[in-house]
């Protein structure tokens, strides 16, 4: 076997990578005439991708990717070169969070008209499952076996490791076609949090501040900065926290607690996407970190 290059950051050991940072519908959005999206459609910037983590396992040869996205392609490819002893080019796992477009759809990669994959595990909760198994494309993939089911339940700890386990807990948004989950990612020395999708955080029936103390990182819903940002839709549809309102909430956290903190799942129109943003800099003086691309988390 001749070791894989790798075009990404070392790994030495268990760690979380970002894959991407974007909203479902990735950056530029179609049809979007503002001055957001125009440089980007003149001049495609192909490191903004939609938000996954992968999950790196050095001493087991194993990689584990959350959520399918439509930027699956490469980011398959970046999670597999981190992991360089094996040939490997698909992950040993995905784990799906929920139904919408951005956080499944990138599975129609691992059929028959691309790499027609034999039996990806994919963990899923159960109306997920169904959600697949009843309605096409994504029944192929089960019949033809290109994914192996793994039903999850809540709270309930899959060991993929005897270093490393994953918490599924479900967290409220639209449920039009599935639950949604957030997962709790445990390593042999800290943990993380992952939920890019989320209703406002008085919605959810666990205290959010809580949750982040029992953690080393938090990668969080940051969908709009504020509600000026969208002044075409009706927010009541689409009620992400806002930036600001996690902000504003977490405002009494230690600077330790604060520094956990990673936004995460940005819209289009956010301007976190730019890095030299006034918003971007006032969100780090505040003592918040903000998610890049291809930066690693040591677990």
């Not at 040993?92 to 691992?110: K, P, Q, S």
């Amino acid at each position: 076997m001749v070791p894989k290059p790798t075009n990404g950051p070392v790994v030495n050991g268990v760690s979380l990578v970002v894959l991407g940072t974007i909203q479902d519908a990735g950056f530029p959005q179609i049809g979007c005439t503002k001055s957001c999206c125009a440089k980007a459609f003149e001049e495609p910037d192909h490191a903004k991708k939609v938000v996954s983590l992968g999950l790196i396992d050095p001493e087991n040869d194993k990689t584990y990717l959350f959520d399918a996205t439509p930027d699956m392609v490469t980011q398959m490819k970046m999670l597999t070169q981190l992991e360089t002893k094996s040939d490997k080019e698909l992950a040993d796992g995905i784990f799906l969070t929920h139904a919408h477009i951005g956080h499944y759809t990138g599975l129609m990669f691992l059929g028959k008209e691309a790499i027609d994959a034999k039996g990806v595990p994919l963990y899923i909760m159960p109306k997920m499952k169904d959600f697949l198994v009843n309605n096409g494309p994504w029944s192929q993939l089960v019949t033809r076996q290109n994914v192996i089911l793994n039903e999850l339940e809540q709270e309930k700890s899959v060991q993929l490791s005897k270093d490393i386990e994953v918490i599924p807990f479900k967290v409220p948004h639209r449920d039009e076609f599935s639950e949604t989950v957030g997962y709790k990612i445990k390593g042999p020395t800290k943990s993380a949090l992952f939920i890019p999708d989320i209703d406002k955080w008085e919605k959810w029936e666990k205290q959010v501040i809580d949750e982040i103390k029992q953690v080393d990182y938090a990668f969080i819903d940051a969908t709009f900065f504020n509600g000026k940002e969208i002044n075409n839709r009706d927010m009541a549809e689409i009620p992400h926290p806002f930036v600001i309102e996690s902000m504003e909430k977490f405002k009494g956290l230690s600077k330790k607690e604060k520094g956990k903190i990673v936004f995460i799942h940005f819209n289009h129109t956010n301007p976190l996407i730019d890095p030299k943003s006034e918003e971007t800099q006032y969100v780090l003086e505040q003592g918040f970190n903000i998610a890049r691309m291809n930066t690693t988390y040591e677990l």
